[in-house]
């Protein structure tokens, strides 16, 4: 061990990434999930830190924030949102694995950047889909997954994802 050295540096995100808020009611507000999903219950936000899986770990480890938006009083959410600072290689490295089972189509939103990329992948009928921005640097995913029962949600969720991808990149790029 005393042969090896001494370590590589830490990891530095590059200097030209866009901050990052701390928490995911800055990035957007439960409000605007609620409204663009068209639910009439209570949702709230709250952290999905921690967790008793390899995945949940891992975001520990690497400090990505990480919540789901909860029906009020009850254990089932409509959504989840999740970011990696400064991650944009890793969905270019994730990118092609992501096209199954589902094909990612880009979705046309107003105010990205020259190097942005917005995409979304559903499940067959859109019961289910996933939001990917790489946004300044950085990669923001979000789910939008089935109804647990406790909804009904509404909307349909292309049109859902697409609001509040749109409201993620107006926080982030006013």
């Not at 770990?57 to 959410?77: E, H, L, M, R």
């Not at 970011?83 to 979705?107: D, I, K, R």
């Not at 909307?155 to 006013?174: C, F, H, K, M, S």
Request: hydrophobic share 45%; net charge negative; glycine share 12%.
């Amino acid at each position: 061990m005393g042969a090896a050295g001494p370590g590589a540096d830490p990891w530095v995100a590059p200097s030209d990434t866009l901050a990052l808020p701390a928490d995911c009611e800055a990035l957007v507000a439960v409000s605007a999930v609620r409204t663009a999903l068209g639910v009439s219950r209570t949702l709230v936000s709250g952290s999905a830190a921690g967790g008793w899986s390899l995945p949940a770990g891992a975001d520990v480890n690497a400090g990505i924030p990480s919540c789901g938006w909860f029906y009020q009083d009850a254990d089932a959410t409509v959504g989840w949102v999740r970011y990696l600072p400064a991650g944009v290689w890793a969905f270019t490295e994730a990118f092609p694995a992501l096209a199954t089972p589902s094909s990612p189509t880009p979705l046309a939103l107003t105010g990205l950047g020259a190097d942005d990329e917005a995409w979304i992948r559903c499940a067959a009928g859109n019961a289910e889909c996933t939001i990917d921005l790489v946004i300044g640097g950085n990669w923001v995913e979000f789910d939008l997954g089935p109804e647990e029962g406790l909804g009904p949600v509404t909307a349909d969720r292309v049109v859902a994802g697409t609001e509040i991808a749109q409201t993620i990149v107006d926080n982030l790029r006013p």
